[in-house]
């Protein structure tokens, strides 16, 4: 049995799809694509997929992920192209590799988030992040089904700033320090945080933050904040960065040999013409 874990996001208005939703489309596209999947045993067999940490409903993300088990051994590149042209724009297939390590889950420990808060001024912002990492606890409080639940929002952040329009999202720890005016359409103001999230138990999702924000400085964004996961995997604290989860599953894969066509390709020469092969 062969195992694949993939990449997936959730962009626009596939944001607004449950876990659900997603669990409905995703096993609909293994049957377009023919995936040759493996089920699980009893009376009612299911394709075996197991899903990490997915993002809350009406957030977007571009780093969710799934492993798939399969009957029969698949390219993961074709299968990751087969997969996305199966499902909806929005939910696209990023990354595919075979799984080669320890579980998945356990390497998903910290998520990167951007919110930006339409209607907030730069300045504003920043001195609500500096109350809230000055602050040695910042209790808030989340409905759930058993009842309103109080909980310590500030532990499991391990970063919280607010960054420039078109900073860099390539760094997962974080973005540029400092501030500039964002300028939305219309002239609205903007700004954008964005945050290191440890997870612990209870979960602690950017909404609590931004709860957060206004325990500890009263910040209340006149609109609902746009949040986005950037990037999910195993937190470093000593760099304070978030890693690919499926980095080690690369490396793990045993290296293709050269072939002579591939080394003749490479060689120049002495006078520098090409070689032919």
């Given at each position: ?131 809230f ?16 639940r ?16 078109g ?14 005016p ?19 138990t209870?979960?602690v ?30 937190f ?16 793990a ?25």
């Amino acid at each position: 049995m062969q195992r694949i874990r993939l990449r997936y996001t959730k962009r626009g208005r596939l944001r607004f799809t449950s876990h659900r939703d997603f669990q409905r489309a995703f096993e609909r596209a293994l049957r377009r694509a023919e995936v040759p999947m493996a089920y699980s045993a009893g009376f009612t067999p299911h394709p075996k997929v197991s899903y990490a940490n997915a993002a809350p409903t009406g957030t977007g993300s571009e780093a969710e992920f799934l492993e798939i088990a399969l009957s029969e051994t698949r390219d993961p590149a074709m299968l990751r192209k087969l997969l996305d042209d199966s499902l909806p724009d929005g939910l696209d297939i990023t990354d595919a590799v075979e799984a080669r390590t320890s579980a998945l889950a356990d390497r998903l420990t910290a998520s990167v988030w951007e919110m930006r808060l339409d209607g907030v001024e730069s300045d504003e912002a920043e001195r609500a992040v500096a109350a809230f990492v000055a602050a040695d606890a910042v209790e808030v409080q989340r409905r759930t089904k058993n009842g309103v639940r109080t909980f310590d929002a500030r532990s499991a952040v391990a970063d919280l700033r607010v960054v420039r329009a078109g900073a860099d999202e390539g760094g997962a720890s974080g973005g540029a320090d400092g501030a500039e005016p964002v300028n939305r359409p219309g002239g609205e103001r903007c700004a954008i945080l964005r945050l290191v999230v440890r997870h612990v138990t209870p979960a602690v999702r950017p909404d609590d933050v931004l709860s957060g924000l206004h325990v500890v400085a009263d910040l209340a964004p006149p609109v609902p904040a746009a949040v986005t996961r950037l990037a999910q995997g195993l937190f470093d604290e000593e760099s304070g960065t978030v890693t690919d989860p499926l980095t080690p599953d690369r490396e793990a894969a045993p290296a293709a040999p050269p072939t002579a066509a591939g080394t003749a390709t490479h060689r120049l020469p002495a006078d520098g013409t090409p070689a032919t092969a």
